[in-house]
C-alpha cells in the first residue's frame, strides 16, 4: 500500500503549509482554505461554500457508511458528502436528508459507460460523443443534442447511476469520508424511485449478500469456462484474465463492483457458464498431531509439542518467530519468577526443566501443578498472538491441536 501524502508545517514569520503534490489537485489560489484547528494533534482544511453550516469527517474504521447516513438522515441533513476508498472518489448530494445526486471517479460508474451497460448506446458512439465534450459542453448535452440519446432515457440513465453510486459505498470498509452541510444543489438532481432510507437498507442487504457470497467462493479458488461454455458477454472479462486461473485474477479484471461481480459469478456457476474448484491445499504448517503418537506423551511435553507447532505455522507463514519471546520478555503478572532464565530453544519449545526448577516448593505434586499452569499460560499467549497473524484456517487447525493435547490432562 502506498504511503499516504504528507504536509509539512514550515516555520518562518508565518506558518506555512507544504503539501505534497496529491493533495494539490484541485485546489486553487482563487478558492482559498479555511483552516480548523485541532490544537498539535491536527487540522481540517476545507473550501467553505457559501451557506456552509457545519462538517463531519472521520475514517470509515471509526463511523460506517450506514452510521455515516443515519447522521445525515436523523437530522435531515442538506450537504454534500464526499468519500475516498484509496484513488476512488464518490460524492454524494443531499436535499433535507434524502439522495438527489451523486458522482464518480471510477470508469464503470460513468453516466456513459452506464449508457453502453444499459443497451443506450454503443460504445463507437460513447466514444465518438466523449471526443466532441468541451468544458461547457457535457456528455449528456451532446448526447441528446445530436439525438443519440433522448431526454427521458437520459435522465433514466443518470438515476440509475445515483443510485448505484450510493449503494456500492455500503461496499466499502477502508477509507475516509468528509459531509460539508450546507445549501442542497439547484443543478443535477434527480429524483431516485425509493426514499433513501430504504436505499440505506438496500445497501446493508447487499454488504450481507456479497459476504455470504465471497465466503462461498474465495478469492483463491481456480475458475474457468463452465459445461455449458462462457456466454458471449463473458468472453472478454476471461480473455483480459491472462495466463492466471485464480478468482481474484478475475475480480481484478472485470469492471465493477463487489456486488455485480459476485451476482454475476452466482448465476455463471448455477448456469453451468463457469466453473470454479478449490484451490490446491496449502502445505501443511507443521506435523500433524494426527501422526504424532500425543497420547503417549505427558503433560509437560504436549505442551511443548504445540508450542513447536506454532512455531513451524508462523516460519511457514514468513512471519516473525520471535513473537513467541515477546512472553518470555515480559511475562504476565505473577510469572516473572516462574520463567525467569527460560529460553525458548531453536524449535520454539520452552526449557520446562528450568521452568520447574523455578516453581520447584518442595512438594513435587505442587510444583508440577505450578508448571502447567505456566505452561498453559505461555500457550495461550502462543494461540491468541498467532491468531492475529496468521490465515484463519491455519489458526483454527491450531486452536483444534491445542483441544486434542488437552485430552487426558485432567
Not at 471526443?131 to 443519440?148: A, D, F, K
Not at 511443548?304 to 511475562?331: E, I, M, T, W
Amino acid at each position: 500500500m502506498a504511503s499516504k501524502p504528507k504536509a509539512t508545517p514550515l516555520v518562518g514569520e508565518k506558518a506555512l503549509l507544504e503539501l505534497e503534490l496529491p493533495l494539490t489537485s484541485g485546489l486553487s489560489p482563487s478558492r482559498p482554505l479555511s483552516a480548523w484547528f485541532h490544537g498539535p494533534e491536527g487540522m481540517v482544511l476545507l473550501q467553505e461554500p457559501s451557506g456552509f453550516a457545519g462538517f463531519m469527517a472521520g475514517t470509515l474504521g471509526t463511523l460506517s457508511v450506514e452510521e455515516v447516513f443515519a447522521h445525515v438522515l436523523t437530522g435531515i441533513r442538506s450537504g454534500l458528502l464526499a468519500v475516498q476508498g484509496g484513488s476512488v472518489r464518490r460524492t454524494v448530494s443531499f436535499r433535507d436528508g434524502q439522495v438527489v445526486f451523486a458522482t464518480s471517479t471510477e470508469r464503470w460508474e460513468r453516466l456513459g459507460a452506464v449508457l453502453v451497460r444499459l443497451g443506450m448506446l454503443t460504445q463507437v458512439q460513447l466514444t465518438q460523443a466523449l471526443s466532441r465534450v468541451t468544458p461547457s459542453r457535457r456528455i449528456g448535452q451532446v448526447l441528446t443534442s445530436e439525438g443519440l440519446v433522448s431526454e427521458a432515457h437520459l435522465y433514466s440513465a443518470m438515476t440509475f447511476v445515483v443510485r448505484e453510486i450510493v449503494l456500492s459505498l455500503f461496499e466499502l470498509v477502508e477509507g475516509s469520508f468528509l459531509f460539508v452541510e450546507g445549501p442542497a444543489p439547484m443543478a443535477d438532481v434527480v429524483k431516485l424511485p425509493e426514499r433513501t432510507r430504504d436505499l440505506v437498507l438496500t445497501g446493508i442487504k447487499r454488504t450481507e449478500e456479497v459476504t455470504r457470497l465471497r465466503r462461498r467462493f474465495p478469492v483463491d479458488m481456480r475458475v474457468e469456462p463452465g459445461p455449458k461454455g462462457l456466454l458471449p458477454g463473458d468472453a472478454p472479462l476471461f480473455a483480459k484474465r491472462g495466463a492466471g486461473g485464480t478468482l481474484g485474477e478475475l475480480r481484478a479484471a472485470y469492471e465493477g463492483g463487489h456486488y455485480g461481480f459476485y451476482t454475476w459469478l452466482d448465476e455463471a456457476v448455477r448456469g453451468g457458464n463457469v466453473a470454479v474448484r478449490p484451490a490446491e491445499p496449502p502445505p501443511s504448517p507443521g506435523p500433524a498431531v494426527e501422526g504424532t503418537a500425543w497420547e503417549q506423551l505427558s503433560a509437560e511435553e504436549r505442551y511443548n509439542l504445540l508450542l513447536s507447532l506454532v512455531h513451524r505455522a508462523l516460519q511457514d507463514a514468513g512471519k516473525d518467530v520471535d513473537l513467541l519471546r515477546g512472553f518470555l520478555d515480559a511475562p504476565p503478572s505473577g510469572l516473572e519468577d516462574a520463567y525467569a532464565g527460560v529460553a525458548l530453544g531453536p524449535d520454539g519449545r520452552v526449557d520446562v526443566a528450568r521452568l520447574r526448577a523455578n516453581l520447584s516448593q518442595g512438594d513435587e505434586a505442587v510444583g508440577r501443578a505450578l508448571t502447567l499452569e505456566a505452561l498453559d499460560a505461555i500457550v495461550s499467549y502462543a494461540l491468541f498472538s498467532a491468531r492475529n497473524v496468521l490465515p484463519p484456517e491455519v489458526a483454527e487447525r491450531l486452536s483444534n491441536t491445542y483441544r486434542t493435547l488437552q485430552g487426558g490432562l485432567a
